[in-house]
């Protein structure tokens, strides 16, 4: 049964940094595009940031130059740095990911909350 848990969320003070990791468990052959998505109050479940097996990162225009997504393909784990953060970033961050266990499915994580607030 695969599984994707997310840790790091929290509160922080504008301008802060928070990073987010998602790991991979259960019956797992590859991991493929990996993402993170984010959900604020009231608001449509919207993309952040993907990463491809090989590396190659795609942002949303808000987030670039502040967020970096990366992964570790030996640990089934990907991260989210977001410096700078902004209240607008506010949202419950939730972890995507391609996975052939070998049948292929996409999966999602249970969400971590993160807070922007002074």
């Known amino acids: 049964q695969v599984q994707l848990v997310e840790s790091g969320g929290g509160l922080v003070q504008p301008g802060g940094s928070l990073k987010l990791s998602c790991t991979a468990s259960g019956g797992i052959f590859s991991i493929y595009t990996m993402g993170w998505y984010r959900q604020a109050p009231g608001k449509q479940r919207e993309l952040v940031a993907v990463i491809t097996q090989g590396g190659t990162t795609t942002y949303t225009d808000s987030v670039k130059g502040r967020f970096t997504i990366s992964r570790d393909n030996a640990k089934n784990t990907m991260y989210l740095q977001m410096n700078s953060l902004k209240p607008e970033d506010t949202a419950v961050y939730y972890c995507?990911?391609?996975?052939?266990?070998?049948?292929?499915?996409?999966?999602w994580g249970q969400g971590t909350q993160v807070t922007v607030s002074s």
């Open positions: 995507n990911a391609g996975i052939s266990t070998p049948h292929y499915s996409t999966y």
